[in-house]
Each structure stands twice: as C-alpha cells, then as structure tokens.
T-cell receptor, first 113, second 110 residues
Framework: GQQLNQSPQSMFIQEGEDVSMNCTSS?????WLWYKQDPGEGPVLLIA?????ELTSNGRLTAQFGITRKDSFLNISASIPSDVGIYFC?????????????FGGGTRVLVKP | DTAVSQTPKYLVTQMGNDKSIKCEQN?????MYWYKQDSKKFLKIMFS???????INETVPNRFSPKSPDKAHLNLHINSLELGDSAVYFC?????????FGPGTRLTVT
C-alpha cells in the first residue's frame, strides 16, 4: 500500500527555536494534511493543502505542498513548550477510494531537558 | 458543543468478551471513519461509511463490525476480543478530505 515517510521520527526543541519536519512519498498525492496529537487526545487538524506549491500558515505554523506532489513540510517558528506532541502528515493518494487518507508515522516533538 | 464524541473513553475487558464503542458527530458530515492506533502511534484506517453506506473496509478481522444507524453515528462492535486488539480506537468524520477526530477509546484486553 501507500507509504508516507515522515522525518525526523523525533526531535528536541528549545523554546524560541524554529523547527521543521517533512513527509515524502513515492507516489503523487492530491491533498496533504498536518495534524497534531497531544497525549490522551485525538489528532487535531492544523493545516490542509490542496495545490502543488501551496504555502499555508496557521499562526506560527507554516506548511507547503511540494511541487512534485510527493512531499510536504511543516515549519514551527519560535517554538513554545505547548508545541510538544506528535505531528502527523497525512495525504490523499491520487486514486484513493472514499477520501481515504494515508498517515505518516509521526514526528515526536519533545522539549530539550 | 463537542464535534466528534466517543464513548467510552477507557474500556478494560477480558479476552473472549464482546464490546462496543460508540461514536457521534454533530458536524453534519456525510463520511465517518474508524481508525486503530497501535502502541507505536501508527494510525491505520479500519472502516469508512458515507451516509450509512460502507465504502472502505480495510483488512480487518471479521470480529470487527461497524454499524451506522444514521449519518451522525458510527459504532464499532468487536466480538471475541483478543490481546492484540488492545489499542486506541479513533472515530473521525469529514465533509471531504479534512478529517476531524474524536478523543479516542483506549481498549485494554487482559
């Protein structure tokens, strides 16, 4: 089946830093979505991208739909402690049935001790 | 004003039992989903319903049976529970591509 490779698998942040994560696929995707999951909660939609090259912001978050339609990245600027959590990319493959999304394995964002 | 709600939040049961998880959405979406999240946090779709009709049925054991009495509800019934069924189960709904998740049900099978 479709696979999304998300990297890094985990990262440590220090307050005020900018951080980036990305998601790549071997096949073309129609849509890219970025979610954040806090412990004990369900994933929350952060940003949705629908066109190749699209760059969209949501507060300190910025995400881009790659030109090749096979990748996307998420940037968090001036990170704060509540940015800790698991970030998932998700995409809709070109010929997926029923709005089916494929999820990446997640990037775990942790605070530097 | 909860958008997607699930009950129960936690479910602890013994192997061999039958249990159900309920999901309701008040967003007016036509499509609802069930996902399983394993201990490594990997999210895998199980089922999807559009307006009470099953449209996605991934490779899931027959012991799992979804039921959608109306487009605002999608329940998940699990027969003969096994240890490997322990996971967090998420319900989600969507108007199109953007999916909105419930808070999850943590199922522990002992």
């Amino acid at each position: 089946g479709q696979q999304l490779n998300q990297s890094p698998q985990s990262m440590f942040i220090q307050e005020g830093e900018d951080v980036s994560m990305n998601c790549t696929s071997s096949s073309i995707f129609n849509t890219w979505l970025w979610y954040k999951q806090d412990p004990g909660e369900g994933p929350v939609l952060l940003i949705a991208l629908y066109k190749a090259g699209e760059l969209t912001s949501n507060g300190r978050l910025t995400a881009q739909f790659g030109i090749t339609r096979k990748d996307s990245f998420l940037n968090i600027s001036a990170s704060i402690p509540s940015d800790v959590g698991i970030y998932f990319c998700a995409g809709q493959p070109l010929q997926a049935a029923g709005n089916k999304l494929t999820f990446g394995g997640g990037t775990r964002v942790l605070v530097k001790p | 004003d909860t958008a997607v709600s699930q009950t129960p939040k936690y479910l602890v049961t013994q192997m061999g039992n039958d249990k159900s998880i309920k999901c309701e959405q008040n967003l007016g979406h036509d499509t609802m989903y069930w996902y399983k999240q394993d201990s490594k946090k990997f999210l895998k779709i199980m089922f999807s319903y559009n307006n009470k009709e099953l449209i996605i049925n991934e490779t899931v054991p027959n012991r799992f049976s979804p039921k959608s009495p109306d487009k605002a509800h999608l329940n998940l019934h699990i027969n003969s529970l096994e240890l490997g069924d322990s996971a967090v189960y998420f319900c989600a709904s969507s108007p199109y591509y953007e999916q909105y998740f419930g808070p999850g049900t943590r199922l522990t099978v002992t």
